[in-house]
């Protein structure tokens, strides 16, 4: 079992750039997350997915947008980078009943920059 | 909003010694909590579950409603314990706490 795999672990953009940061899930969790980490800050909901077909706005969602076509992929999707996107971002999961029991079930982070 | 509160952003006591991560939360409804930890170039491990009680690596957390807190203790700090701790909440709509960094001396 993998868990969670995000691509890439690290990225350098450019203003005004665009990517896409990769998460899969081979668990088939129907909840997938994105959050970013900022120095001295605690985890920021960016987008979140309740299951294949379905997602909804966090807490900072402007700039990003998100698709969940299936189950295991949860991409979130960068138009025009800014500085302020600069963070490292985590991608999680977790059964609809499981962050009760077992919590979230994170990947390793993608540590992005842009300058 | 409804949220967790980590006052102490670092924490640094010597090995041997008690340690106490806080965390306040502020919410309407029954609170169900976690702790997560990060090591050095880790992804985010979940450490306790406030439902189970459980005891982890030492670490043991009550969830206490009079002063709506959820604080991490250890009896005995060790050296691998020096990480970054966050108490989260379950629900993901609600804010995380910020972190407490702790370092442990040797």
Known sequence: ?115 | AQRVTQPEKLLSVFKGAPVELKCNYSYSGSPELFWYVQYSRQRLQLLLRHISRESIKGFTADLNKGETSFHLKKPFAQEEDSAMYYCAPVNYQLIWGAGTKLIIKP
């Not at chain 1, 077909?53 to 947008?65: F, R, S």
Request: aromatic residues 12%; glycine residues 10%; contains cysteine.
């Open chain 1, 1 to 115: 079992n993998a868990g969670v795999t995000q691509t890439p672990k690290f990225r350098i953009l450019k203003i005004g750039q665009s990517m896409t940061l990769q998460c899969t899930q081979d668990m088939n969790h129907n909840y997938m997350y994105w959050y970013r980490q900022d120095p001295g800050m605690g985890l920021k909901l960016i987008y979140y997915s309740v299951g294949a077909g379905i997602t909804d706005k966090g807490e900072v969602p402007n700039g990003y947008n998100v698709s969940r076509s299936t189950t295991e992929d949860f991409p979130l999707r960068l138009e025009l980078a800014a500085p302020s996107q600069t963070s490292v971002y985590f991608c999680a999961s977790s059964n609809q009943d499981s962050p009760r029991g077992y919590g979230y079930t994170f990947g390793s982070g993608t540590r992005l920059t842009v300058v």
